[in-house]
């Protein structure tokens, strides 16, 4: 997946190269972002802020341009509030425009006051420049005002979520879906019990698929867990309920394929083996690597309801689930402590849950590293792991705003789930967000909210 995203970005690089070197440099910033279609949703939102006089200008000024499918990373209501609030919207945009007229070869680390005020940080890895969380995929288009630098994330000013008192919060709420979520959320909502909220906040396994059901289809949970972001029916079936999803990401995952402790032959896999294990290419250890016992392969995995099992679907078969349901004898289960003691119970089984299910049973399994690398919290926040994932919940902007327990418990949760997530010995195994998902989170909650951030 890594792989095909770097290629992704060399190809998106030079057809932005391709196109905007043979322009004459006399155009503005505003000419050659209009002149590629790259750059449709950028200046679309310029124009929607009544920036293109702005940008059009005499400068110099240099701009990191996000492209289209940068904003298409963006949650639908963030982007749709933006549209509709011309100054929050401006402060985006000018977020990502600096003065001066700054080429890649000038870039220095350190913080860079932007035209919004606030200031972005430059870092300079191997891999090339980023700007915040961003990487420059194309640098140094020249205008005749300025320069671009094209970019592959939208910049999102520092925001921060309004404080929260649990006291003075009541009514319930109600949660349900993945099961990966599920003690991430249980573990916030017995902390905002312990601070005082009066109400009741109810979270039900059910896995991610589950979750959606209730939450879209159903229309009677007020927060879908889930361990996968929500599918484009599942979008559809919420909109008809007139719900719009606003997402919230708040962990990564780094998915562990896991063997009982007593197994002393898996040393490894690739994801083309791991792919013969869960299917029907392989039903013997032998069939995968001669040196291991010529023992029938036992098989755990979490049912189709589940985020996790969407995920490994995508990765592992391309998202067909033909092989894994084909596969002989497989144990499927929706709860990941039944999938635990299947794998546990036995040297020759195997199964795949969330991380934090191995780190509270790594005393009965072993991780099995997979391309070489084993699970951690390093290699998951890297995307060294190649089964690394993002991990969410959802509500709704309708449901926030008419349930002020909702966003209060939300806004509680995003501000101290960090602190919850981790390897210590008090902590659910899954891995910090960083600062970045903090302001996007922080973002989507304004937008949800329609632009009230007051305390709760």
Not at 2 to 16: F, G, Y
Not at 127 to 137: C, E, K
Request: aromatic residues 8%; contains cysteine.
């Amino acid at each position: 997946m890594k792989n095909r995203m770097l290629v992704v970005l060399t190809i998106l690089a030079l057809i932005v190269l391709s196109s905007i070197n043979v322009m004459a440099q006399d155009e503005t910033i505003v000419d050659i972002a209009a002149g590629n279609e790259d750059f449709s949703t950028l200046v679309s939102l310029v124009e929607a802020a009544g920036l293109v006089d702005t940008l059009s200008g005499e400068g110099p000024f240099t701009v990191f341009a996000p492209t289209n499918e940068a904003f298409a990373e963006l949650p639908t209501v963030l982007v749709d509030y933006l549209v509709a609030n011309p100054d929050a919207l401006t402060e985006v945009l000018t977020y990502h425009v600096v003065g001066g007229s700054v080429m890649s070869g000038d870039l220095a680390e350190g913080e860079v006051e932007t035209v919004a005020g606030s200031a972005i940080t430059v870092t300079l890895p191997e891999a090339g420049p980023r700007i915040d969380n961003a990487s420059v995929v194309a640098a140094d288009l020249e205008a005749s005002n300025g320069v671009i630098h094209v970019i592959d994330t939208v910049l999102l000013p520092p925001a921060e979520l309004p404080a929260v008192d649990p006291l003075s919060v009541t009514e319930n709420v109600v949660v349900a879906g993945s099961s990966t979520v599920f003690p991430v959320t249980e573990r916030m909502a017995d902390l905002f019990n312990q601070d005082g909220f009066a109400g009741t906040i109810t979270v039900d396994s059910i896995g991610s698929g589950g979750g959606f059901e209730r939450f879209c289809v159903n229309a009677e949970t007020d927060i879908s867990n889930a361990s996968r972001p929500i599918k484009s029916e599942e979008v559809e079936a919420c909109l008809s309920n007139g719900l719009q999803p606003a997402e919230f990401f708040i962990g990564i995952d780094a998915l562990a394929i896991t063997v009982s402790a007593e197994n002393d032959f898996v040393d490894g896999l690739t994801l083309e083996q791991l792919a013969q294990v869960f299917s029907d290419e392989a039903t013997t250890w032998d069939q995968i690597n001669p040196d291991w016992p010529a023992e029938e392969i036992r098989l755990f995995s979490p049912g189709s309801d589940s985020g996790t099992y969407d995920y490994f679907v995508e990765m592992i078969f391309e998202e067909d689930e033909t092989p894994i349901q084909n596969a002989p004898g497989i144990q499927f289960s929706e709860d990941d402590n039944v999938l635990v003691v299947g794998v546990e119970g036995s040297p020759f089984a195997i199964g795949y849950f969330g991380y934090a299910y191995f780190q509270e049973n790594q005393e009965v399994l072993r991780p099995v590293p997979i391309e070489g690398v084993i699970p951690s919290e390093e290699t998951g926040i890297t995307g060294e792991y190649p089964l690394s994932r993002p991990l969410f919940i959802y509500s709704a902007p309708s449901i926030m705003q008419e349930k002020p327990q909702v966003p209060a418990f939300i806004s509680y949760y995003l501000q101290n789930v960090n602190a919850q997530l981790g390897s210590e010995s008090d902590q659910i195994g899954y891995i910090p967000t960083g600062e970045y998902v903090g302001r996007l989170n922080a973002w989507t909650f304004l937008a949800a909210m329609g632009g009230t951030m007051g305390d709760m």
